[in-house]
């Protein structure tokens, strides 16, 4: 076997990270609150056993940790790195360096986004030409906040002078996606900035990008679910929406039948699987949504709402991200012949929290 699978369904998860969180990566007084944060949510959405500890979570991950987890602890295929640019941590969070360690490890193994804060003008567009020179990265990754000194500013995606600039030069370096954190808010600031409607002029004014909405199904539903049904360059990522279907799954019927109800079955090719590993562990929702999750039958007879059956699955698992980036992913799988992972028996998988190391 050169690939692990799940039932030979190939599966990419669109965001792992590789936090830094130790207090000497603390940029500003906006670091610590958000680390807390993320790690509570983890915590208020981990399945049984696999908690990680305060220990395992505050520090400074290795990319192999986060690596061998997601290949070893679960049957995740390939994933995608984000290089993240939150100005409260001094490496950003999820450090370019990692990213092109991953790369050169495991190159075919793991795809990369570039990160910029788009508030720094100029030196924005310089750092996402440095990175893509770096990384030849499938995407970039954006938040809508900066955290630059010691205050937070907001920036929104349908702005001409801060935005565009921007997704004029990703699409001039040949990059197909823009992947945007929504929905949820990182710490005590404004909302506003983490609505979806500023999206709607971006994918208008680039039909050539497609627009990736990071947290798609955690809040804005009826916004987001009427972007798919208008904008076939519109894709929403499920990142730590994936966890619900392990531990809250009612919820998870309640995201994922809003975001489908507008645009029906065609919805379902612009649903992607991501689950923030290491914050999440990927095996829970991964094996609950696999082999377990349907719509109630009465959702799908009385709202008139298309089954999530296992073809629409495999979309959402592999299909769809090949088909948003126009990478050939199959191929990606049978080049990682002869690397680390391939041969794994998912029958045995490692054990949740087993693979990291000195840490326990």
Known sequence: MESAMIDGAPVID??????????????????????????????????????????QFYRDWPIEDVVNQVFLESETDLAVYHVLPIGSFHDGLCSLAKAVEAQQRW??????????????????????????????????????????????????????????????????????????HKAL??????????????IDRAAMAFPGLNFEIVH?????????????????????????TSALVATRPLAFVHALAALVGPGGPAAFDRIL???????????PPLESFWRTFEFPAELVEEAGLPQVTLEVKRKILFDNYA??????????????????????????????????????
Not at 192 to 198: A, I, Q, S, T, W
Not at 273 to 283: D, L, Q, S, V, Y
């Open 14 to 55: 669109a965001v792992i990270h590789a936090y830094n969180m130790v207090p000497t990566n603390y940029a500003n007084r906006f670091a610590k609150p958000l680390a807390d944060l993320v790690y509570h949510s983890g915590l208020g959405l981990a399945s049984p056993g696999y908690v990680s500890t305060p220990a």
């Open 323 to 360: 088909r948003m980036t126009g990478i050939d992913l199959q191929a990606r799988l049978a080049d990682c012949r002869g690397d680390v992972f391939s041969g794994r028996d998912i029958t045995r998988l490692a054990k949740p929290l087993s693979t990291l190391r000195g840490v326990s």
């Open 216 to 240: 798609g199904g955690m809040a804005f539903l009826e916004e987001t679910a009427w972007q798919l049904a208008r904008f076939p360059n519109v894709y929403v990522n499920l990142e730590i």
């Open 107 to 180: 190159p075919n193994r793991v795809l990369t986004y570039c990160g910029v804060d788009p508030l720094l003008g100029q030196a924005a567009i310089a750092e996402l030409e440095r990175q893509v020179d770096i990384l030849r990265p499938v995407g970039l990754k954006l938040y809508p906040n900066s955290w630059v000194g010691n205050e937070i500013s907001g920036w929104k995606m349908d702005n001409p002078e801060v935005a565009f600039p921007l997704f004029e030069r990703a699409q001039q370096l040949g990059l197909k996606v823009i992947a945007i």
């Open 185 to 198: 808010p990182l710490g005590p600031v404004p909302m506003e900035h983490y609505k979806v409607d500023d």
């Open 273 to 283: 699987w991501g689950t923030g590993a290491m914050a999440f562990h990927p095996h």
